[in-house]
């Protein structure tokens, strides 16, 4: 299994809200902290895709999770209908 990595200022769909990223040589700057980017770090990091998780982990490296639930027997309890679903089964109990 892959493990999760964190996004990084040179992903396509990486964007500074605060437009204060440049590209400086081999590496990506901020001009507010005059440091390397720090995706984990800045409040303003943001993915454009709506990938970005807290810690500056990048959501499309994260395989999901899905947990099957089991659905209760209940005793079945008709539907009473009107309207336009009435018309179109064209009965009043529905179970």
Same mark, same amino acid.
Not at 9 to 27: H, L, T
């Given at each position: 299994?892959?493990?999760?990595?964190?996004?990084?200022?040179?992903? %396509?769909?990486?964007?500074?809200?605060?437009?204060?990223?440049?590209?400086? %040589?081999?590496?990506?700057?901020?001009?507010?902290?005059?440091?390397?980017?720090?995706? !984990?770090?800045?409040?303003?990091?943001?993915?454009?895709? %709506?990938?970005?998780?807290?810690?500056?982990?990048?959501?499309?490296?994260?395989? %999901?999770?899905?947990?099957?639930?089991?659905?209760?027997?209940?005793?079945?309890?008709?539907?009473?209908?009107?309207?336009? !679903?009435?018309?179109?089964?064209?009965?009043?109990?529905?179970?």
């Amino acid at each position: 299994m892959t493990q999760a990595k964190n996004c990084s200022p040179q992903c %396509r769909s990486f964007k500074c809200a605060n437009n204060s990223v440049f590209y400086r %040589r081999d590496s990506v700057w901020c001009r507010l902290t005059d440091e390397p980017c720090n995706v !984990a770090n800045c409040t303003y990091s943001l993915c454009v895709k %709506r990938r970005l998780l807290p810690q500056g982990v990048c959501g499309e490296t994260v395989k %999901r999770k899905t947990v099957e639930k089991r659905m209760e027997e209940v005793p079945l309890e008709p539907i009473k209908l009107r309207g336009k !679903a009435l018309r179109k089964i064209g009965e009043k109990d529905f179970f």
